[in-house]
């Protein structure tokens, strides 16, 4: 996915698998730690040309997990894959005027529930399953959206109530070699 | 590159098997099947796509002595003007021009194209209609499914300089002149994404036919090797 930012110009971020043992102790010893052992990790690296971040992606309650951890493997967020129909009402209603007002046409294909917050509190957070006062929640959200009669790929943040917060456009790779 | 290495010694040693097992007779060719395709927009949402693409005929299992002799099967050339309805829905209508011992053919062809995400890769569905016009025979119409799955390599998104392998198969209803058949295509290959406008693959295509009629069942395996560009 090739992700261009509106308000920094067009920027490239690059994903690449790394083995684990390229991965920061502290970030390894934190995911063990609060998923109690879990195996079956995949970790990425990731950077936009700045930032560098390291990205665990496992399987967690039937739900994938992506865990964001610094290059110091400070744990930095934790994103959860969700579907339209888990979203609360007031978060559902919210998104969808949202979108019906911006958007002539419009379709979320991608949500992920996104909690931030220090280490200890997003391990409690996983142990008990409560956002506390302590996590801040947001939805990080995919949608295409028609805007002046162009269809383009939208990355929204949404506040915990669905509010919205900020966007910015996403190019989906082309997909001529699926299509012919 | 080392992945190339891996699917020419599968695609010799099934010819081989072929070779073995031909005192049979069965119905089983193979050879080169290079395909060159340039995608461009025009106008909003709009985007024309050609393609050409050639089989190659090196062996036939019908041969007495079964020897490698070159042929040429055929050649499509092939354009397609498209709409994107939205970013994961494209038609697409199109032409085509066959070119091949016998008699050249002219196709019409009309798709519909969806893109499907997941985590870890994407699947792209095809669902496509087709009328070949012969000279003297009946038209021949072709109704036709398939899926794609493209997996990056190197992680969950395809950067550029990745490798991504995609699978493919499609299934083929044909009728023509109150007769019918079904044809199965695989296709397995080794993707290089340059960038978002260049891609190449390799990989392996076999056919099946024939499956509705009578002891004709035939099968082809391809060495396909193709360059995808979109502008």
């Given amino acids: 996915m090739i992700v261009s930012s509106i308000s920094y110009g067009q920027k490239m971020e690059i994903e690449k698998n790394v083995k684990k043992g390229n991965v920061p102790d502290k970030a390894k010893k934190w995911l063990k730690d609060a998923y109690e052992g879990k195996k079956n990790v995949r970790w990425y690296f990731q950077t936009d040309g700045e930032k560098e971040v390291y990205e665990a992606k496992l399987k967690w309650k039937r739900r994938w997990h992506s865990v964001e951890f610094l290059a110091d493997g400070e744990i930095q967020n934790i994103e959860i894959l969700i579907e339209v129909k888990d979203l609360e009402k007031e978060v559902r209603e919210n998104l969808t005027r949202y979108l019906s007002e911006n958007y002539k046409k419009s379709k979320i294909d991608r949500i992920q529930i996104q909690y931030t917050g220090s280490s200890e509190d997003l391990e409690d957070f996983l142990d008990e399953n409560e956002t506390g006062e302590h996590l801040t929640k947001k939805y990080e959200i995919e949608y295409f959206g028609r805007e002046k009669g162009e269809n383009k790929m939208w990355e929204g943040h949404f506040g915990k109530l669905g509010n919205f917060i900020e966007k910015r456009v996403i190019e989906l790779s082309s997909t001529d070699v699926l299509d012919f | ?231």
């Fill in chain 2, 1 to 231: 590159m080392k992945k190339i290495f891996f699917i020419l010694p599968i695609f010799l040693i099934y010819l081989a098997s072929e070779n073995a097992f031909a005192q049979s007779r069965h119905l089983f060719t193979s050879g080169l099947f290079p395909e060159a395709q340039l995608s461009y927009n025009i106008a909003n949402d709009f985007y024309i796509t050609h393609k050409i693409e050639s089989q190659h005929g090196m062996f036939d299992a019908q041969r007495l002595n079964r020897e490698l002799d070159y042929s040429h099967t055929l050649t499509d050339l092939q354009s397609f003007i498209g709409k994107r309805l939205n970013p994961f829905v494209k038609v697409d209508m199109g032409y085509q021009y066959r070119i091949e011992n016998g008699e050249n053919t002219h196709r019409t062809i009309q798709q519909v194209a969806i893109l499907q995400r997941s985590n870890f890769f994407r699947m792209g569905h095809r669902i496509r209609t087709d009328q070949t016009f012969f000279n003297e025979e009946s038209i021949l119409l072709r109704l036709r499914y398939r899926y794609t799955v493209q997996v990056p390599l190197q992680g969950t998104d395809l950067d550029p300089g990745e490798k991504y392998l995609t699978v493919s198969n499609e299934v083929i209803y044909m009728y023509q002149d109150s007769e019918d058949d079904i044809e199965n295509r695989l296709v397995a290959s080794l993707g290089f994404y340059v960038d978002d406008n260049t891609k190449y693959e390799v990989g392996l295509d076999y056919r099946t036919d024939d499956y509705l009629v009578p002891e004709r069942f035939r099968s082809r395996l391809w060495l396909k090797f193709g360059v995808y560009w979109s502008l």
